[in-house]
């Protein structure tokens, strides 16, 4: 155990959470906690969209894809620009009519309170179980510090989180989201610099090793018949039309991610502030995806097997092999990626829980200062289901996978149900809440009875879920006009 890299770390996890304590003076308001006032630039919000979506899933589980496979993860990043074109162009400008706090409430406008609540509802459900793989997540970073798995160690990470994320709302979540990207990305930019020090020959024996054996092939263009088609995970067509619904669904429907968009001064900043965080996003995978490359070549030449835990490659190798002092800077940096992510889920959990379901259910008329008393007691709530959530996700397998295709389940009726609403005029509510509930019940079987990639959920559950809801809505109209 070295102390100066522990001292590292703790001071980092005691500087980042006094940070975000410093921002709770300006919360007066649901608009400040929720919506941080509409005063954050759009660059911070760019950044952090980027944090929001990178968690230690994406730290430690992407150079694991490319140690064992390829750099095929990049397509499914190809897919993700094509997503925020569309959400730029049809989702963002109907949510900046009028102002919104949560991404929930555009269903409300469309078609009515009950498919507000269930929308809300499923979101819930989903980020509770997406984060709760991350937040377990963090004990594999965790059990390589301290040569251990101590959920104690958790408790601790969340409750600083949860500290920050209770006093400083949106805001707080925001600038400290800036903060940690910037961390872990400098983190990730001094391993690499030492590991390919480390490497005889440095990036040139990385190509010579890892080329001819497909190390550093991107794109996957085959197309075999259709049972291999829709089980290989990364492959171009998996990558451009699966990953394009997946961030549609994620960054469009995804109160995690929409409420930074509703956090921008007006819709040409919410706009910016998506397409922005795309290349951050891309630079991102890459380098993840070159360490991974180069954590491949320097195990094949120095012959040592793999971790038995394939998730512990990278925390293993910083904690192993970088200087005194710069391991625990990485280290604060993958904690920095939880931290970061952790405080999103809280504040978007807190802000659907208050405003979709228990103001409109509780029919009590309060002020904003008993809503945001509540809303932080809704946060407090949150952080322990996730915890408890953490507990059951150590048995999901690989983490990134993991999160990925649980979101990706619930992922496809959310998006399928706001298509209907913004591309249909036809549909009401109940032939929409009809194909969520087919798109969500066809979706559990695909995950669970068949053997397709993940990848592909999404676009099934979508597809299910807009053809039903137009379906049921045209034999209405045919039985009304018989």
């Known amino acids: 155990m070295r102390w100066l890299d522990l001292a590292v770390i703790i001071v980092y996890l005691a500087g980042i959470t006094w940070f975000g304590v410093r921002f709770r003076q300006s919360q007066r308001t649901l608009r400040d906690y929720f919506l941080g006032g509409k005063t954050v630039p759009w660059w911070a919000i760019a950044l952090s969209i980027v944090s929001a979506e990178t968690s230690t899933l994406t730290v430690i589980g992407t150079p694991v894809l490319s140690f064992q496979g390829d750099f095929g993860f990049l397509q499914l990043v190809l897919g993700y620009l094509l997503a925020r074109v569309v959400i730029a162009t049809l989702f963002i400008p109907a949510y900046f009519r009028g102002e919104m706090y949560t991404a929930y409430e555009l269903m409300r406008v469309r078609f ?79 391993s690499l610099v030492v590991l390919l020090k480390q490497i005889p020959g440095g990036w040139g024996h990385v190509v010579a090793v890892a080329e001819p054996l497909g190390k550093l092939r991107v794109f996957d263009f085959r197309l075999a018949e259709p049972a291999v088609f829709f089980t290989r995970t990364y492959s171009f067509w998996a990558g451009i039309i699966g990953g394009c619904f997946l961030t549609t669904a994620s960054h469009g429907t995804e109160q995690l991610l929409v409420q930074r968009l509703l956090a921008a001064k007006n819709q040409r900043q919410s706009q910016a502030a998506l397409m922005a965080s795309w290349v951050v996003i891309f630079i991102q995978f890459s380098m993840f995806l070159i360490i991974g490359a180069c954590l491949f070549v320097l195990y094949q030449d120095r012959g ?88 059951v996700a150590r048995r999901w397998g690989s983490v990134l996978q993991a999160g990925l295709s649980i979101a990706s389940i619930v992922y496809g009726a959310l998006l399928g149900v706001f298509l209907l609403g913004l591309l249909t005029k036809r549909v009401r509510e109940g032939a929409a809440m009809v194909g969520m509930s087919v798109g969500l019940v066809l979706m559990l079987y695909v995950r669970f009875a068949t053997p397709i990639a993940f990848t592909w959920y999404v676009v099934i559950g979508s597809a299910a879920t807009f053809l039903t809801g137009l379906a049921i809505s045209y034999v209405k109209v045919t039985r009304k006009s018989a």
């Open 112 to 190: 009515g309170e009950r498919i507000r609540k269930l929308t809300a509802a499923t979101f819930l459900v989903l980020r509770a179980l997406a984060e709760g793989v991350r937040v377990f997540a963090i004990s594999i970073v965790i059990s390589v510090i301290l040569g251990s798995g101590e959920m104690t160690s958790i408790v601790v990470i969340i409750a600083l989180t949860l500290l920050y994320t209770y006093e400083g709302g949106l805001t707080a979540v925001i600038w400290t989201d800036v903060v940690q990207m910037v961390l872990y990305v400098i983190g990730a930019v001094a």
């Open 304 to 391: 040592m097997p793999p971790p038995a835990i394939a998730d512990r490659l990278y925390p293993l190798y910083i904690w192993q092999n970088l200087p005194t002092g710069v391991a625990g800077l990485v280290m604060a940096a993958i904690l920095a990626a939880s931290m970061s992510n952790l405080s999103a889920a809280l504040n978007s959990l807190a802000s659907t829980t208050v405003l979709d379901l228990w103001r409109p259910w509780s029919g009590v008329q309060r002020d904003d200062i008993a809503w945001l008393r509540l809303s932080r007691m809704a946060t407090v709530g949150w952080g322990v289901i996730l915890f408890c959530v953490a507990l």
